[in-house]
């Protein structure tokens, strides 16, 4: 036994400082012109088990996937078992504005989830994903000849790097086999570095460099429960609810800009701001799920989740707002999601593929931010698939997501992307009594 907790509390470490030394190291979690506004691309939370369909889990209760959507979730579980699930992901994107075009792929760790049970049918769960991400780098030139003539080329360059990670502990426990709440403490905190540079073709003018580097973090919960009705047989129903409270940010944000000749540079400005108390606020979210369940071999699930960031503060705050001539401005996120699962035969003796679980899900997306009055929506399809290992409830989860953001109208960027995702599950009996002496 304690030679078990040592190994994953090891591994757990390892994993987290890898997470945090990410966010460190300038590398993109994640990559989109549209993460230049706010805290960036808010992540699609969640499991590779949920990433596959659809992003559902509000009203999910399976007992072989930890499932950390709804913290009511934790109590569907083998009651003797320790549960373990981390992942990574593998984005590839491609843009287009009008003839312009390009592409980039990204690598990362997107969680790391312990669970296990307290007392009975009361469990409790901790663990670390992204909560957002920042990564573009684009550049333009000066045009006006009426400049040009006068101080040659000028380039433009502008990129960002960053992310805002979430630890969230949690707990639940079910009522009458039928009814189960649970409720999530969760911590925020990031950096994100956002740079815009001015060069100059003739070396008599002085290139500026400017940019803001914010570091957040804040405290939030989330509250959230599941009523399971059996139909008849097999077949049962749950409904399920999630409710994150909005959450004012704290931290301080260092403001730069430096005009570089040669090997001299010179200060033009520089302070640094603590953000002012409310002056930044994350979104509250309501989210409501429906799924139907036939034991072991099926199920099927449908989301909906609602986020007001329409008093986040961003569109005036110092180095959240947007750079340029685009406009953002925060608003109401909605989101549509549904999936199913199916196992041909979980206990299938002869043939390994009728013991996997396949999974589809498909979601519809509607960011927290506008885009010069432009709502920028996301639609996709998402395939998966868990490779059983012959022992427990092990197994190795693959998954696609196929998908597109914003169109190429209205000046807009489009963005089609298919990002891979892959998660291991470690599941383990750890509690069971010695039955001889």
């Given at each position: ?17 890898s ?5 460190q ?16 691309d ?7 088990y ?79 994903t ?5 990564g ?31 630890i969230?502990?949690?707990?639940g ?5 039928r ?42 919960g ?37 005009a ?16 002012a ?55 109401v ?14 206990n ?40 059983p ?49």
């Amino acid at each position: 036994m304690i030679r078990k907790i040592e190994k994953i509390f090891l591994l757990s470490v390892f994993l987290i400082i890898s997470v945090v030394a990410s966010a460190q190291d300038g590398t993109y979690g994640a990559y989109s012109p549209y993460s230049i506004y706010g805290i960036g691309d808010i992540s699609k939370e969640g499991t590779a088990y949920n990433k596959s369909m659809g992003g559902v889990g509000i009203a999910a209760r399976n007992r072989r996937f930890i499932n950390y959507l709804n913290p009511a979730a934790v109590t569907a579980r083998d009651s003797l078992s320790f549960m373990a699930d981390f992942g990574l992901q593998q984005s590839n994107n491609i843009y287009r504005q009008g003839d312009i075009r390009s592409a980039h792929n990204t690598f990362n760790i997107y969680d790391f989830v312990m669970s296990f049970p307290i007392y009975r049918s009361s469990a409790f769960m901790v663990g670390i994903t992204p909560f957002s991400d920042v990564g573009y780098d684009f550049s333009s030139i000066e045009k006006d000849p009426a400049i040009i003539g006068n101080t040659g080329n000028i380039t433009y360059d502008s990129y960002g790097t960053g992310s805002v990670y979430q630890i969230f502990v949690g707990a639940g426990a079910t009522f009458w086999k039928r009814l189960s709440v649970g409720a999530e403490l969760i911590y925020y905190f990031g950096n994100i570095d956002k740079v815009t540079n001015m060069d100059y073709s003739n070396s008599s003018y002085r290139s500026i460099n400017s940019g803001t580097d914010i570091t957040v973090n804040g405290t939030t919960g989330k509250f959230g429960l599941q009523y399971e009705q059996n139909l008849g047989g097999d077949v049962s129903m749950v409904i399920g609810a999630t409710y994150r409270m909005s959450t004012k940010m704290k931290g301080y944000s260092t403001n730069y800009k430096y005009a570089n000749q040669s090997s001299v540079s010179d200060t033009l400005s520089y302070s640094v701001d603590t953000l002012a108390a409310g002056g930044v606020r994350f979104g509250d979210e309501l989210g409501v799920g429906i799924s139907i369940r036939g034991g072991e071999k099926w199920s099927a699930e449908f989301d909906y989740i609602r986020s007001d960031w329409r008093n986040s503060g961003m569109d005036s705050q110092k180095g959240f707002s947007s750079i340029g001539e685009s406009v953002f401005s925060s608003t109401v996120s909605h989101s549509f999601r549904a999936g199913f699962e199916i196992t041909p035969n979980r206990n299938d003796i002869r043939y390994y593929m009728r013991r996997c679980s396949y999974r589809a899900g498909v979601y519809y997306d509607k960011a927290y931010y506008k885009l010069d009055g432009n709502n920028v929506n996301s639609l996709g399809l998402t395939l998966g698939i868990t490779l059983p290992i012959p022992r427990l409830h092990n197994g190795i989860s693959l998954g696609v997501d196929l998908g597109q953001r914003a169109s190429a109208k209205n000046n807009m960027i489009r963005e089609r992307y298919a990002m891979f995702v892959i998660g291991f599950n470690i599941h383990d009996i750890w509690f069971r009594k010695n039955q001889y002496q």
